[in-house]
């Protein structure tokens, strides 16, 4: 018990004129107890720590009254349970005296070294670094080119990444500045300055000096090191509760990780998968660019639908109602005549109320038309892009190197799901071999037939699929999973589908007889595994008549879309397109779990910002 405890109960005790401290060994608290019968304590060796604390003119009338456990009423303590109680609180007291000594201690060795480390702070204030003018003028480089300057003095600039201090003379720092990483190593003076000892992760800084081979048995970035002569704070990162390091880790909540994503992509799996994202884009358009097709730039402000009203975004447009676009497809198609095929890469907009995966309420949309051209020619030319794509990725060896790392590295950042649900570590090669091989054709009917066979049931109602059934996002990745192929799923029916799609010629298929009430279309999704859907397209309805059918069916006003109209009055032609979701496709490429994780800053339901 500690000291003043006792003597507060003590002194409670001599005011109240209770000559007895009474101890319970059941029903009693040292901690709470007041030494009364109401209230007593629960030990004897603090009874003998309150006795103590009775001021000795009347300590001889109290005494200790103790009632164990089994007794109804309180006894006079024995002489020996006294003494032995005293000789406890007094091994006790020394082991607090003990401990307050060691206490007193640390506390001056702290306040002893915070001295040293203010005295040594106020030093450093003192010493000023200068450039040497005897040496060569620095070339000044980007860390990628770092190892193509081996000898020669340079000036690289950069975030601080790492920090590692060896003794008082050696501080060894890892920048990075979005093109490599960089060990620089300070000596001597240069690690003495008041920059050099408050240098906090995430400061920018210059650093001048030589370049050199890594001595035999040392590792870092590139086998190459820079031996520093000056350097010099650019500006500098905060420190303490504020410091980079302790905002956040892969453990954080996804919350604290979207809020932070600014930072957060200064990570090695988010700049990576950025970097690839990059490349992913230029990919797509030189693969149109080796077919000659011309890239457009549709409108993002639009008065029509093109995938259904749910998921529009509704905004007041000048006093008119109108829409972020769902879709670049109507326009894609306008510019067929003028100038042939054609693609975009731009933002398409979805009102998902869902929380899943692979949607967005933005997304990058990667989207192509082609005119005079079949059903199978689309097919053709979908497998065909994928398949260049990913070839263009993998014979760039940075990319291909990003790739395999991210494929390797399993899943550890912002995502909603549990731990468990997370991807593992694969090899990118499986991705490479995959589109090296001829994709899956499969058509909607026998997708149906296939999830009836594997007991795939639907999950409102736990009952078989039918044909018009919707597949949702769950058995469709089952299924795509289980086959571990591309698929190009193609004619669905026309209720399930949007309403430029056309119809297919039944005659060159098998086994409609039964669904002609709801005909099939020339449509087609690419599913691909561990994603599912990552293409969308059709062949489009080209006759004026059926098409203003399909208004009338999907209850569209045909006035809106008189400029797409206007495509099949002046000069029709059969022709198809398809749309690409950017995010998914990256997602299955780098082996991520959540389409959020490869956007610069993913909008979705109630997340706007930053
Ligand atoms: O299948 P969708 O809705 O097709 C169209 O929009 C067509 N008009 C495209 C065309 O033919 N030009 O969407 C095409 C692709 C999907 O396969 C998917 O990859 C992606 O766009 N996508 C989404 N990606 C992220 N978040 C969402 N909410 C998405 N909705 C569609």
Redo the contacts with the bound molecule.
């Keep these: 018990m500690a000291d003043s405890l006792a003597s507060q109960i003590a002194q409670n005790l001599v005011l109240a004129d209770t000559p007895a401290i009474h101890v319970d060994e059941v029903k009693g608290n040292d901690q709470t107890g007041k030494g009364t019968i109401e209230s007593p304590l629960k030990t004897t060796v603090s009874a003998v720590a309150v006795l103590e604390a009775i001021p000795a003119n009347v300590q001889s009338s109290f005494s200790i009254v103790v009632k164990k456990d089994g007794e109804t009423e309180y006894k006079d303590i024995s002489g020996a349970a006294l003494k032995k109680a005293k000789k406890t609180h007094e091994i006790n007291k020394k082991k607090a005296q003990k401990n307050e000594e060691r206490g007193a201690k640390e506390e001056a060795a702290v306040a002893a070294k915070a001295h040293e480390e203010a005295r040594k702070l106020e030093d450093s204030k003192k010493i000023k670094l200068e450039q040497d003018p005897s040496l060569p003028a620095p070339v000044e480089v980007k860390l990628k080119d770092v190892p193509k300057n081996l000898e020669k003095r340079v000036k690289v600039s950069g975030w601080v990444k790492s920090r590692r201090d060896q003794g008082k003379d050696m501080v060894f720092l890892v920048l990075r500045d979005g093109t490599g990483y960089l060990q620089c190593v300070l000596t001597g003076k240069l690690c003495h300055t008041f920059d050099a000892l408050t240098l906090t992760l995430e400061s920018t800084v210059n650093v001048y000096g030589i370049i050199n081979r890594l001595p035999e048995g040392k590792t870092a970035p590139g086998n190459v090191e820079l031996v520093a002569d000056y350097w010099e704070v650019v500006g500098k990162a905060p420190g303490g509760d504020d410091a980079y390091s302790s905002l956040f880790n892969t453990e954080s909540n996804p919350d604290v990780l979207r809020r932070l994503r600014h930072l957060v992509l200064r990570g090695d799996t988010a700049s990576s998968v950025l970097k690839v994202r990059s490349r992913t884009m230029k990919a797509f358009r030189d693969h149109f660019d080796s077919l000659d097709w011309y890239e457009v730039n549709p409108p993002c402000l639009v008065q029509t639908q093109?995938?259904g009203g749910s998921?529009l975004f509704a905004l007041n447009y000048y006093g008119e109602n109108a829409y972020l676009t769902?879709?670049?497809?109507l326009y894609?198609e306008t510019c067929l005549a003028s100038l042939g095929s054609v693609y975009t890469i731009s933002e398409?907009f979805?009102a998902?109320k869902s929380h899943t995966r692979?949607?967005?309420?933005e997304?990058s949309?990667c989207?192509?038309?082609i005119p005079f051209i079949k059903f199978k020619d689309l097919l053709d030319t979908i497998e065909g892009m994928v398949k260049g794509v990913v070839a263009r990725l993998w014979d760039e060896p940075e990319t291909r190197k990003m790739l395999v790392e991210l494929n390797l590295r399993k899943n550890d950042e912002a995502n909603d799901e549990t731990k468990a649900a997370q991807i593992v570590g694969r090899d990118f090669a499986d991705i490479k071999s995959l589109i090296e091989q001829p994709f899956l054709r499969m058509e909607y009917k026998d997708a149906i037939k296939w999830l009836n066979e594997h007991g795939v049931k639907r999950e409102e109602d736990g009952k078989d699929f039918v044909y018009g059934d919707d597949i949702p996002e769950k058995p469709e990745r089952y299924m795509t999973d289980a086959i571990n192929k591309p698929i190009l799923l193609t004619h669905f029916p026309r209720s399930i589908k949007?309403f430029y799609m056309q119809r297919a010629d039944v005659s060159e298929l098998k086994g409609y007889e039964d669904f002609m009430h709801d005909p099939p279309t020339e449509s087609v999704?690419?599913l691909v595994p561990g994603v599912g859907?990552?293409?969308?397209?059709?062949m489009r309805i080209w006759d004026t008549e059926e098409l203003m059918d399909a208004f009338v069916r999907e209850g569209l006003n045909p006035e809106t879309y008189y400029w797409y109209l206007d495509q099949r009055r002046y000069g029709t032609m059969p022709h198809g397109?398809?749309?690409?979701?950017i995010?998914?496709?990256l997602a299955w490429i780098t082996n991520r779990f959540s389409?959020r994780e490869v956007c610069l800053y993913p909008r979705f339901t109630e997340c706007c910002q930053p």
Excluded: W
């Design positions: 093109v995938e998921t769902q879709s670049s497809q894609l398409s979805r998902e692979r949607h967005l309420s997304y949309h989207e192509a038309e949007a999704d690419l859907e990552v293409v969308g397209g059709s397109g398809f749309g690409l979701g995010e998914r496709f389409v």
